[in-house]
């Protein structure tokens, strides 16, 4: 089978398309024939040798990539055969995504729900699962308004359409024209590029008068601060990363002179009972009802090095998956 190496730490170039032996399933483990393979804004920091948060670099060589869809085309000892030819979605423990082939648990599997295909079953596995924790934290209702920052974004997007669909006005923020075109077309009233320096004007003109109540920042940094500056008054902001390289800065005299509340919504409050599997299932759920509709930029899986590379040069829109 082909997989991407990475045999040492570097630019999106290390990235190599090789042939390997294929992975045979141990006991537990089902073998997915790899469809298609999702890939992280934090696999590219990974790959240059730094951590994030708490992973750390991996050991190499490795083929990287924690996210696959595909046909079940063998199992290990003890697993039914009952699982054989159906189509699955998995998340997998440490690396081997980007490949042709993976083995994973079959304790990880998630049948792909009829009418979602592959790529859009990848799309939504983490990232929508993801989502779908953040949003049980903001609650967003009719009465908000809802700005949410990397607007078309993996996240971002799915919080745009989730904000129009519980009512929210909503306000979506992103880097250059084309993005913002694309916000508008996933349903913001609003729609504003962030590059422009007088961003935050044109919100609140737009607004005429109202209010954001709520804040979705993955972003972080000054951009981050201009966004906690739109806040009224009982406002609430949550954050869920910090593409910029710095989380938003909030001090405690914020909280108290404009009675907002912060959130870091990523982590133990944003899990149901249910795990991170409750969670990804109703990912799926949502996505199969045509209420969660990910945005997609496609590579094959040879130009796995071309996808990192437009993913950190922030050229891509929504989730990036690598096609087998």
């Known amino acids: 089978m082909h997989a991407i190496r990475l ?36 696999e590219t920091t990974l790959r240059r040798g730094l951590a994030v948060g708490p992973h750390e670099p991996p050991a190499l060589p490795v083929t990287p990539g924690a996210e696959v869809a595909g046909i079940v085309g063998a199992v290990g000892p003890g697993v039914s055969t009952q699982w054989l030819g159906r189509r699955v979605v998995a998340q ?10 993976a083995v994973v648990a079959v304790d990880a599997l998630h049948r792909i729900p009829g009418g979602l295909d592959a790529e859009t079953a990848v799309a939504v596995i983490t990232t929508g699962s993801t989502a779908q ?17 990397s607007a078309a974004g993996g996240l971002g997007s799915l919080f745009v359409q989730a904000a129009r669909h519980a009512g929210a006005v909503v306000v979506g923020a992103a880097g250059g024209p084309a993005k913002v075109g694309r916000v508008r077309t996933l349903g913001a009233g609003i729609a504003v590029d962030y590059r422009d320096a007088d961003w935050p004007a044109h919100v609140r003109e737009a607004l005429d008068g109202r209010e954001v109540s709520v804040v979705l920042d993955g972003v972080g940094g000054r951009l981050g601060r201009q966004a906690l500056e ?35 919504a990523i982590g133990p409050n944003m899990v149901p009972a249910g ?36 993913l950190e040069a922030r050229e891509t829109e929504g989730k990036v998956v690598l096609t087998a």
Not at 133 to 149: F, I, N
């Open 7 to 42: 045999h040492a730490f570097g630019p999106a170039g290390n990235l190599t398309y090789e042939e390997v032996p294929g992975p045979v399933p141990a006991e537990g483990e089902v073998r997915i024939d790899v469809q298609a393979s999702g890939v992280h804004l934090i």
């Open 92 to 101: 997998l423990e440490l690396d081997g995504g980007y490949a042709e082939q």
């Open 275 to 310: 795990g991170w599997r409750e969670l990804a299932a109703r990912a799926l759920d949502e996505a199969a009802a045509g209420r969660l509709v990910p945005l997609i930029t496609r590579f094959p899986l040879a130009r796995a090095a071309d996808a990192h590379a437009a």
């Open 133 to 149: 924790g953040v949003l049980a934290v903001a609650q967003p209702t009719s009465e908000d308004v809802v700005l949410v920052m």
């Open 230 to 264: 739109l806040l009224g008054p009982g406002g609430r902001f949550l954050l869920h990363g910090w593409a910029a390289g710095e989380p938003t800065e909030i001090t405690t005299r914020d909280l108290v002179e404009r009675e907002l509340t912060a959130t870091w």
